[in-house]
């Protein structure tokens, strides 16, 4: 079955330890893409990849780091997270074609304390 | 900076009540459009999108949308909704000037349709 994962889904952590939360797809995707999702402002992108070994900051990519080793995942780093990362986080892949549909993963939900 | 404006955050409406909601989007550039519903619980799905060609785009579930170039608008619809179209709906635009395949949000309508 084609999918995007996430684990963990849900996460309490605190002010300052370091935490990875991994994706990983099996669509042979090029593009994949994190994003955090607060109520009103929908979805922001905080980092994408292009391909293996390219990324890029999106429009709130503070405090976030990301690496893409393999084609299939596209973990997501909090270095020190604060609570203002507290969030519903989803990552998505696609075809790297402009427009191509995105698929998403079931979400992670992070608090931070 | 480019932005995307869903217009409504709450939508209740009854169980065969038409439903509309709005999407506009301030890029004069090509774009490519994007409804997402987000059931409760669950991860977004892709309910119909739009590149080119007849801007009534019809999708899955009976939704359908309309694009307005004239307008930059994307507007939802559905003639009749049901109890199961209890969801969270997401606009969402490609816009050509992007890096890959970026999308830019709205900030999402919660719809409770009440049975």
């Known amino acids: 079955e084609a999918q995007v994962t996430q684990n963990p889904r849900y996460l309490i952590t605190v002010t300052g330890k370091k935490l990875t939360v991994t994706c990983s797809q099996n669509?042979?995707?090029?593009?994949m893409s994190w994003y955090r999702q607060d109520p009103g402002l929908g979805l922001r992108q905080i980092y994408y990849s292009m391909n293996v070994e390219v990324t890029d900051k999106g429009d709130v990519p503070e405090g976030y780091k990301v690496s893409r080793k393999e084609k299939r995942n596209f973990p997501l780093i909090l270095e020190s997270p604060s609570p203002n990362q507290t969030s519903l986080y989803f990552c998505a892949s696609s075809l790297i074609q402009r427009g191509s549909p995105q698929f998403f993963g079931p979400g992670t939900r992070l608090t931070v304390l | 900076a480019q932005s995307v404006s869903q217009h409504n955050h709450h939508v209740i409406l009854s169980e065969a009540a038409s439903l509309e909601l709005g999407c506009n989007y301030s890029?004069?550039?090509?774009?490519?459009l994007f409804w997402y519903v987000q059931y409760p619980g669950q991860h977004l799905q892709l309910l119909l999108k739009y590149f080119s060609g007849d801007p009534l785009v019809k999708g899955i579930k009976g939704f359908e949308a309309e694009f307005i170039k004239s307008k930059f608008s994307f507007n939802l619809r559905k003639p009749s909704v049901q109890w199961s179209d209890t969801a969270e709906y997401f606009c969402?635009?490609?816009?050509?000037?992007?890096?890959?395949?970026?999308?830019?949000f709205g900030g999402g309508t919660r719809v409770l349709v009440k049975p």
């Open positions: 669509m042979n995707h090029e593009y």
């Open positions: 890029y004069g550039g090509t774009v490519n």
């Open positions: 969402a635009v490609n816009m050509i000037k992007a890096a890959g395949n970026k999308l830019t």
